[in-house]
């Protein structure tokens, strides 16, 4: 069950990933399908499913007190903020790539932190 769990987190992150770079293109490039309902709602089910799964996870491992798990999750929290910014708040191009850059890189460090369950605190 753990392991099932395991793949369908990591498969709604690198999903989530590729959704937000679409997204991303279609934004920068003024693409029609960027304005399309399936990816302005397709991150949210995916980031969901990202936690639910996490959660599960946890539950399962009996892993409430690692300090790694923290770290995890804040590292979650700001990719998910920096997809946010690169794809809605940034009100020009640069600011936007450098959202993108900040989205990847964060979840980057979260999958290190998972891969080698080292706490960033």
């Keep these: 069950m753990y392991t099932?769990?395991?793949?369908?987190?990591?498969?709604?992150?690198?999903?989530?990933?590729?959704?937000?770079?679409?997204?991303?293109?279609?934004?920068?490039?003024?693409l029609s399908f960027a304005q399309k309902k399936v990816l302005k709602i397709a991150p949210h089910i995916l980031y969901t499913l990202a936690i639910i799964t996490a959660i599960l996870m946890i539950v399962?491992?009996?892993?409430?007190?690692?300090?790694?798990?923290?770290?995890?999750?804040?590292g979650f929290v700001l990719y998910v903020l920096s997809a946010s910014y690169a794809l809605k708040w940034a009100r020009n191009t640069p600011m936007r790539i450098v959202g993108l850059v900040s989205a990847i890189v964060w979840l980057a460090v979260t999958a290190s932190i998972a891969i080698s369950k080292n706490s960033l605190f």
């Design 4 to 30: 099932m769990l395991k793949h369908l987190h990591q498969t709604s992150m690198v999903l989530s990933l590729l959704v937000v770079i679409i997204a991303f293109v279609g934004v920068i490039f003024n």
């Design 60 to 74: 399962q491992i009996g892993a409430y007190e690692h300090k790694w798990l923290a770290s995890k999750a804040v």
